[in-house]
């Protein structure tokens, strides 16, 4: 496929960077094609990634999406991996994509781990793919998005996201799932404190993982406490559930909630009203790429080296450059 | 000042949202103007901000701002505070902005914590102030690059950031500081793994916290084998300090680093540059917000409903939506 020559491949090829897509691969689920589009959509530029999504996107609907969030260490990668090997079992097939720079999906696991990882791995229902960071110019939640479009238009059905809860990038990505289930381990007062920040609005389920250890309860009264305080916008109330995520347990009750949840969203308005908000979001981060990819373009580096310049040397405030570029260019 | 009722301040005060900002306030160094200054700068629209920074961008220069980043838990705050404590001591005046969601300085700290930080808070030289994330349009880290102004503006020389390493915010965040502190604890691989995500590469001092326990030699091993690894842009080579902050040991050692650090900084052609990059990626910064608030503006929130609602029913994918929008508001 690499070694091909052709230079138009009209609704079955995209080209970017010297490296070809087949469309058709993706469809089929083929590993490969899969995994060329994931560079492209981390990697390519505007053009050749809305070429890609051009053709998925009709074929990616009814996958569910998974997102799992918690502090690095509360055990959200083995969580992901019981999860994953459950709905396997169920003759679903899953994606995996990590976003946490600590998980061991992403490459930096202690050897146990490393093994169990590698088993899931190589299993062919199963797919995992762990994203970095994308440049300046994109987002990393748009890109995450892009990529659940490529992994559901390639018959992966059941989606599990995995980031870490902290930073806004992270709270963008997990508002992008179906679902999203905040992992916390008991006796961790800075969990709770995290949780404060943003996370806490966004989980519709609570997991108390690592439950075998001192401290369940407290963190139970805490979630539930913080949860009767949060106003939602849904008639579901988020449940807290325990695991012990590294001899499996719990990993049934959990999964029958995340069914539950999705059966119950399915009928609901407030369901509606989120992926509206998250479609119309999805739009805004789209444009924001877009349009800076172009300015940048047009502006040039000599003249953002100039009045970067300018700026060092405070004979221009940062807004008063932004609004002479605004100018220089023509903008509205 | 709240009561006042002109209209019309040239260069003397900002209205914004009802709020009113004297200018003579925050270059006096009055707590309340400067107070509602940031205030402005972190809910306040692009306009008013942009006036703002106007008057104060020139009469800002001189201040040195010191980021200090690291896992949740690596004991940053104290850090911090040791840290301003000291520089109290040398009659500067401190600004410290918490940007991290689990920093006791920003509200969450367990009570023996709460105590000393008040400490300082109160103390006539400090000014602390913990950053939430910004909405959608702006970026948390433009917000910290203005309130960073507003700080130097007001006399306050020396600026403290903390962050949380984890997440791309963050890094830009720290990016912006004149100096960056990495905080580590012995003997927790997750760290290690956190630093490769990223934060290593721009660390100009590590800092083993907490050097009373073990593992002090494991983890400084790591620290340098991946400096030894990693290209650097300037003749610095990192140093890896050791320190308890709970009980003020090394802090003065790390001062003295900073200061170092500092002066040979100002005379370096790559410190020139960093600063270049800086600005210029301050400049893109806020132009995306411009463009993109002025764009959403002009798109409505009915169009972006309606092509929202098209995108969900896949009748359009996000891109083509875009690509609608653009050709909607005569975009270049």
Chains 1, 2 share one sequence.
């Not at 009709?58 to 502090?71: L, Q, W, Y």
């Not at 970095?132 to 559901?152: I, P």
């Not at 599990?160 to 961790?188: H, K, N, S, W, Y």
């Not at 908000?277 to 990819?293: G, N, S, V």
Request: aromatic share 6%.
């Amino acid at each position: 496929m690499s070694n091909c020559k052709k230079r138009w491949y009209p609704r079955t090829q995209i080209r970017a960077s010297m490296q070809y897509v087949s469309i058709e691969g993706i469809l089929q689920g083929r590993p490969r094609a899969v995994s060329k589009a994931l560079s492209l959509v981390e990697n390519g530029d505007f053009a050749a990634v809305s070429e890609l999504l051009q053709e998925l996107y009709p074929k990616a609907a009814g996958a569910f999406v998974i997102g799992i969030t918690g502090s690095p260490g509360a055990g959200k990668s083995t969580l992901v991996e019981q999860l994953a090997q459950l709905y396997v079992q169920q003759s679903h097939r899953v994606g995996i994509l990590a976003v946490d720079p600590t998980s061991p999906f992403s490459g930096g696991a202690i050897l146990g781990d490393r093994i169990r990882m590698q088993e899931l791995a190589t299993h062919p229902d199963v797919f995992i793919r762990s994203f970095a960071t994308r440049g300046k110019l994109g987002g990393l939640s748009a890109a995450v998005d892009d990529a659940l479009v490529v992994l559901a238009a390639a018959g992966y059905e059941t989606l599990l996201v995995e980031t870490v809860g902290v930073g806004q990038d992270e709270v963008d990505i997990v508002q992008t799932a179906d679902v999203t289930a905040v992992v916390l381990v008991p006796g961790m007062g800075d969990d709770i404190q995290a949780i404060k920040a943003g996370i806490m609005e966004i989980g519709d389920l609570f997991v108390i993982n690592k439950a075998d250890r001192d401290g369940v309860q407290k963190t139970r009264a805490e979630v539930e406490a913080h949860l009767a305080l949060s106003p939602r916008d849904s008639d579901w109330t988020p449940p807290v559930l325990e695991t012990v995520a590294s001899q499996g347990k719990g990993i049934a009750e959990l999964e029958s909630m995340l069914t539950r949840f999705r059966a119950l969203a399915r009928s609901s308005d407030w369901w509606k009203q989120r992926r509206l908000e998250r479609q119309r979001q999805r739009i805004i981060d789209l444009l924001r790429t877009r349009i800076l990819d172009d300015v940048v373009k047009r502006a040039g580096n000599l003249t953002l080296d100039t009045l970067a310049k300018q700026v060092g040397l405070r004979e221009l405030d940062p807004y008063a450059a932004v609004e002479r570029l605004y100018k220089d260019l023509s903008l509205p």
